[in-house]
């Protein structure tokens, strides 16, 4: 006699496999399906469990309250006799007429968090239903191995299963649909270690990143995909307008690695495609490339050896060295040690596999976004920037079909003052397949700030319909109102991007000017204050307002404060204040040392409103020749 026995339709078997696994990791015995030999054994055999089993979970799904659905009605109806039956929902619906007094736990999207309150309501009406306390633990039961059940109830035996899981889709429901769009959800992280997300996490991300590299499909970006981490298939469809959707779950040990993956109709909700890949933590690459390998065919109809190759773009088979990168990716940067520890893993990696594209691209970046922000003096970010640039270049010359490589040093020469050579490795990036939604964004920022506007535009729209819930990409869309001195337009989008992410120091920032630049001075007064006490940002805005209201005490002490802190290395900030106080030739004195300084802030010369004062200076014009920026 079981503890649990689980009815469910066959097509929804992987569905349900996390919560067999849940319930058996708390020491219950389930039933659900069974070595089931022909004739009448297979009957008797479901009639006994079903019968003798303490608690019966029945799966409403939507092919089960359909007329498909006929023998999980038939077994609910048992189950109701007996007092013993416990309804779920792994999809919005009602059950069939007859099974809905009794009310239905939702599980719809659940992917196997023991933590997620959803699993325990189950939990707690399980144990309930077998008279456990909520801390007792059933004493577990041996079980044969197992095939399932409805497979044989269908007259098709495995043979069957396994045609369908090969492709046997299009001989059931015809060819694949025209709108090859698919959003990789996050996938659920099931090693019940909460340090292991960034691994689950960044498989579905490479998995994401890979399908992305395969011509006509088009793939939704990560940032949106994961604000639906716990949507269901369709409503995460909808909200994302794709056809498909992939969802997962990683469960993680020392010698064992176990993928589960299930492609699903986002209108229907009905799954097309599934697998469980058990592999040693060794063969992940392999896991990872199969699930692409099938999706793509799932979607196409076909995947050919240039398809193939394109999942190789920027990668490595070295395993642990993927694992380092995927770590360096998932770290929460915004500080000193934070960027020296993601270089620290991209050395790591590269150490393992000396050809690895992503991990001198992710190092590049790295190095960069530091030697711009903590460098303690002007030429310490000069020659950090420059050793940044040679591994970008490294990483483009490893593989020129790599977008991360190029858009890594584009980001370099940005901050190198040459907004000419970033435009272009820029539009490289943009180009390639597979480019990441980051970088879309990236590029059309540096257009927006080289005053071509309408180029950023276009870029900002193709990010913005790969990444829609982003407000990253909200923010972006505000920026080019404020390059392009539409304000009030700038404010509006400022205020849904901090609705959806108010941490956003640096769209709290461009917020603030926004507001400071549309005369409500008060107002950016109260959002300057809302940054960080330290950020350079917050300085600059206090000392404008201040000399706006005539506290020239309170911006000379602002400006004292950058000059202690920074030197020589925030001369564009200078800048800024000079020009704001009305001091024509000292903001361009400071504008001069800027570039003798390739103070990475020039990169906003062209379009930046606290410099506006000084742009009728043909001094000005001296200096923005020299960044070498393409005329719009």
Not at 176 to 202: K, M
Not at 207 to 223: F, K
Not at 480 to 500: C, G, S, V
Not at 539 to 564: H, K, M, P, S, Y
């Amino acid at each position: 006699m079981s503890d649990v026995f689980v009815s469910y339709k066959a097509e929804d078997r992987e569905r349900l496999r996390p919560l067999v696994a849940a319930l058996e990791a708390d020491g219950l015995s389930v039933w659900w399906d069974a070595h089931l030999g022909g004739g009448d054994e297979w009957r008797d055999s479901i009639a006994r469990q079903l019968g003798e089993a303490r608690c019966v979970i029945v799966a409403w799904s939507k092919r089960s309250v359909a007329s498909e659905g006929r023998f999980v009605r038939d077994e609910a109806g048992r189950a109701v006799k007996r007092h013993v039956y416990l309804p779920v929902t792994i999809d919005k619906v009602d059950p069939p007429l007859g099974f809905g007094e009794t009310q239905c736990l939702p599980l719809a999207g659940w992917k196997g968090d023991l933590a997620d309150p959803r699993w325990q309501a189950v939990r707690a009406a399980v144990r309930s239903r077998l008279g456990l306390s909520s801390g007792a633990v059933a004493t577990p039961v041996a079980r044969a191995g197992r095939v399932d059940r409805r497979t044989v109830l269908a007259g098709g035996g495995v043979a069957a299963l396994a045609v369908v899981g090969a492709g046997g889709w299009y001989l059931l429901h015809g060819s694949p649909t025209q709108a090859a769009s698919i959003a990789v959800l996050p996938f659920a992280n099931l090693s019940g270690d909460a340090s292991q997300a960034y691994f689950s996490d960044g498989l579905a991300e490479e998995v994401r990143s890979a399908l992305a590299r395969i011509p006509g499909l088009h793939v939704m970006a990560r940032t949106s995909s994961e604000m639906l981490r716990d949507a269901d298939a369709t409503a995460a469809a909808t909200k994302l307008g794709v056809a498909t959707i992939l969802t997962g779950s990683v469960r993680r040990s020392p010698t064992m690695i176990r993928v589960s993956a299930q492609l699903v109709d986002g209108s229907s909700g009905l799954e097309r495609w599934s697998q469980t890949f058990d592999r040693p933590p060794g063969d992940v690459l392999a896991v990872q490339s199969s699930i692409a390998e099938n999706v793509a065919q799932q979607l196409r109809g076909q995947f050919g050896a240039s398809d193939r190759a394109a999942l190789e773009v920027g990668g490595t088979n070295n395993a642990r060295a993927q694992d380092l990168i995927l770590q360096a990716q998932a770290g929460a940067y915004g500080d000193e040690a934070g960027y020296r520890q993601g270089i620290a893993l991209a050395d790591a990696a590269i150490a393992l596999d000396p050809d690895y594209a992503l991990a001198y691209a992710v190092k590049a970046v790295m190095m960069t976004s530091w030697n711009a922000t903590f460098a303690n003096t002007a030429a310490q970010s000069r020659a950090g920037l420059a050793e940044a640039a040679a591994v970008a270049r490294h990483a483009i010359l490893l593989d020129p079909k790599l977008a991360q490589s190029h858009s890594a040093l584009s980001g370099v020469l940005r901050n190198q003052c040459d907004m000419g050579g970033a435009l272009v490795e820029g539009a490289r990036a943009v180009a390639l397949p597979g480019c990441p939604a980051g970088a879309v964004r990236g590029h059309a920022i540096n257009l927006a700030d080289a005053g071509q506007g309408q180029r950023a535009l276009g870029v900002w729209r193709a990010a913005a319909a790969d990444d829609p819930l982003n407000p990253v990409l909200i923010a972006a869309r505000a920026y080019l109102f404020l390059t392009d001195r539409r304000y009030a337009e700038a404010i509006t989008q400022y205020e849904q991007a901090l609705a959806i992410e108010p941490k956003a120091v640096g769209t709290r920032n461009n917020y603030a000017i926004a507001l400071l630049f549309a005369g409500r001075t008060a107002d950016a007064a109260r959002q300057f204050a809302l940054l960080p006490s330290d950020d350079l940002h917050r300085w600059v805005g206090e000392a404008a307002i201040a000399l706006r209201v005539g506290d020239r005490a309170t911006a000379a002490a602002r400006f004292g404060t950058l000059q202690a802190r920074y030197g020589s290395g925030a001369n564009f900030q200078y800048a800024q204040i000079a020009a704001q106080g009305g001091e024509i030739d000292r903001g361009i004195a400071f504008l001069q040392a800027a570039w003798g300084e390739r103070d990475p802030g020039l990169a906003r010369i062209k379009t930046d409103p606290y410099i506006d004062p000084l742009r009728k200076d043909a001094r000005f014009g001296a200096v923005v020749a020299k960044l070498k920026i393409p005329a719009s």
